[in-house]
C-alpha cells in the first residue's frame, strides 16, 4: 500500500502563487500514475490535473489549464502541482492521489485511484 503525504497549502491573495508537494512511500511510485483533486466547502471532489508514470504526459480540467502545472520527480517519489494566478474559487482542501495500476496513462476518473493524501488546505483571498 502506498502512503502519500500532502504539503505546500496556506493562504494566498487572489493573484498569486502555490506549490503543493506529495510525497509518496511504500510501493514503487515511478511505475504509477499520479493525479491532484480538490473539493471546496459544500461542493463534490473534482479533478485537477494528472501525470502519467514517466511524467511525459499531462492533462488538466478546464478551469486550471493554463494556470496549473503537474510534474514529478521520481526519483524524490514526489509530485508537484504548482498553482498560478491563483484566483478565491481555487480556494478548497487539495488532495493528491496515486492511481492502482502501474505504467499507465494520465487518468482523470476518481475511481481508479485507489490511495489518497489527507489533504492540504488552499485559500486564496480577493
Known amino acids: 500500500q502506498v502512503q502519500l503525504v500532502e504539503s505546500g497549502g496556506g493562504l494566498v491573495q487572489a493573484g498569486g502563487s502555490l506549490r503543493l508537494s506529495c510525497a509518496a512511500s511504500?510501493?514503487?511510485?515511478?511505475?504509477?500514475?499520479m493525479g491532484w483533486f480538490r473539493q471546496a466547502p459544500a461542493k463534490e471532489r473534482e479533478f485537477v490535473a494528472a501525470?502519467?508514470?514517466?511524467?511525459?504526459?499531462?492533462y488538466y480540467a478546464d478551469s486550471v489549464k493554463g494556470r496549473f502545472t503537474i510534474s514529478r520527480d521520481n526519483a524524490k517519489n514526489t509530485v508537484y502541482l504548482q498553482m498560478n494566478s491563483l484566483t478565491p474559487e481555487d480556494t478548497a482542501v487539495y488532495y493528491c492521489?496515486?492511481?492502482?495500476?502501474?505504467?499507465?496513462?494520465?487518468?482523470?476518473?476518481?475511481?481508479?485511484?485507489?490511495?489518497w493524501g489527507q489533504g492540504t488546505q488552499v485559500t486564496v483571498s480577493s
Open positions: 511504500g510501493r514503487i511510485f515511478s511505475a504509477y500514475p
Open positions: 492521489a496515486a492511481e492502482r495500476e502501474p505504467y499507465g496513462g494520465v487518468v482523470i476518473t476518481e475511481a481508479l485511484y485507489d490511495a
Open positions: 501525470i502519467n508514470w514517466s511524467g511525459g504526459s499531462t
